[in-house]
């Protein structure tokens, strides 16, 4: 990427050191002529340095709330955070739609080709190949944790996350008994693995039928594992449709609890947004439409769609004029084109009337894409600020993920 500078712009203050943000604006020598003559100059041994202080910083703080929670507890810590990629199991009960949000999350099947999917009868395993390998595997209905004969140790101890479906416009009862024997089997054997419930098919439910399930289902499953002395044990509840943009966003959250390097990203992001007068910052994997990390503003649901739909247009674009991948000495393409800021892909959309809030997109490398919701006072003549801090997490976020 190459930008215009423009000493109108440049010329209100560069922020003057020390700062311990990474984010502030230092320009690098190749353009010291257009900054004032005592602006910081930021090496890239430098920003290595922050990016590993600002992961080691994070590491220790959760790992010591967490050792300290726990012994406080008399329990010993379990390790939430697994290192590897992402596995997930999908379990429910017939029909339920285990089948179909594997296909349109991960293998890009349109959603009303879900209606002529064969049932499932054996274990099966889809894989993404992305910036990470995201890899789901589907229990058929007839088998449950509890069946035996059942090889429970094969399937159960590489799972990060359990995902129960419960199809909410079907009767739903069964599915929640079953479901909590499932989380009580968990707790007991794996305690390890995380226990997600979606609480699936909710298009065309009116809100307050939505609501009210929504409550009655979680109510329930509190309400069992408390009896059965499982009240800790953490479940999280989503409602999901493939209609929509909720299943995206319940995987997302599925996917991030299962990724050791969150901590980092989220910290850097909120650096970012703190800095450019960001309103909202996600780090998509572009070709799930997975976001991986976001900062710690509120989310609306306005923003991730609009910046899903923008991760639309980079796949279609993309699928025209092709991917990068591997060369053919193994060494990802894309690496090589991080370190030659030229070829990366840029751009910039207005949604708002008054041009005040725009989208921002920045790709980290060819899987892994930076979409922010731009706001007010973001303007878009303060571009070479954005673009340049822009630029410092390109290279912190390459660090994260070579660690
Ligand atoms: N309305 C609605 N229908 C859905 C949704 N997700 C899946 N379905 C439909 O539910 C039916 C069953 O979906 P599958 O994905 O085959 O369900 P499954 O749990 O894999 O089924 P088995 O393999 O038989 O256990 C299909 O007709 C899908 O089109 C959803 O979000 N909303």
């Known amino acids: 990427m190459r930008t215009l500078f423009s000493e109108n712009i ?75 990629n992402p596995k997930m199991l999908f379990m429910g009960l017939r029909r339920s739609g285990k089948s179909s949000i594997q296909k349109v999350v991960f293998e890009k099947l349109s959603p009303a080709d879900t209606l002529f999917l064969e049932p499932t009868s054996r274990i099966g395993t889809v894989k993404m190949q992305s910036f990470i390998t995201f890899e789901s595997v589907e229990l058929p209905h007839q088998l449950s944790a509890t069946t035996p004969d059942f090889d429970h140790h094969a399937v159960f101890s590489h799972i990060g996350a359990v995902i129960w479906v419960l199809d909410v416009q079907d009767e739903y009862l069964t599915s929640i008994s079953e479901m909590i024997q499932t989380a009580v089997f968990l707790a007991e054997n794996y305690p390890r693995v995380n226990f997600e419930v979606f609480i699936h098919k909710t298009d065309g439910l009116s809100e307050e039928y939505k609501y009210e399930t929504f409550r009655e289902v979680r109510q329930r499953v509190q309400d069992e594992l408390s009896d059965l002395g499982h009240g800790d044990r953490s479940v999280s509840y989503f409602q999901t449709s493939i209609f929509d943009h909720s299943i995206f966003e319940a995987m997302s959250k599925v996917v991030q609890r299962l990724l050791p390097q969150l901590p980092a990203m989220e910290a850097l992001l909120n650096k970012l947004c703190s800095t450019c007068g960001i309103q909202k910052a996600y780090l998509f994997d572009t070709m799930s439409k997975i976001y991986v990390a976001t900062d710690a503003s509120p989310t609306f649901l306005k923003d991730y769609e609009v910046c899903s739909d923008y991760v639309d247009v980079i796949v279609d674009i993309k699928q025209i004029y092709g991917w990068h991948g591997q060369d053919g000495e193994g060494k990802a393409v894309s690496e090589r084109r991080n370190q030659d800021d030229g070829d990366i892909g840029e751009s910039m959309v207005t949604y708002d009337r008054s041009g005040d809030t725009y989208i921002y997109a920045r790709e980290i490398n060819d899987y892994l894409s930076l979409i922010c919701v731009m706001g007010k006072g973001s303007t878009t003549n303060k571009r070479v600020l954005i673009d340049y801090n822009v630029g410092i997490l390109h290279d912190a976020l390459l660090q994260v993920f070579k660690v």
Not at 21 to 28: G, H, I, K, S, V
Request: proline share 11%.
């Open 10 to 84: 440049l010329s209100p203050s560069p922020t003057p050191a020390p700062q311990s943000n990474p984010f502030e604006l230092l320009f690098p020598s190749s353009i010291s002529t257009a900054s004032s003559a005592d602006s910081t100059q930021s090496s890239p041994t430098q920003n290595e340095w922050l990016t590993q202080h600002l992961q080691n910083q994070q590491r220790t703080e959760s790992e010591t709330a967490n050792q300290a929670n726990y012994a406080a507890n008399g329990q010993q810590a379990p390790n939430v955070r697994r290192k590897g």
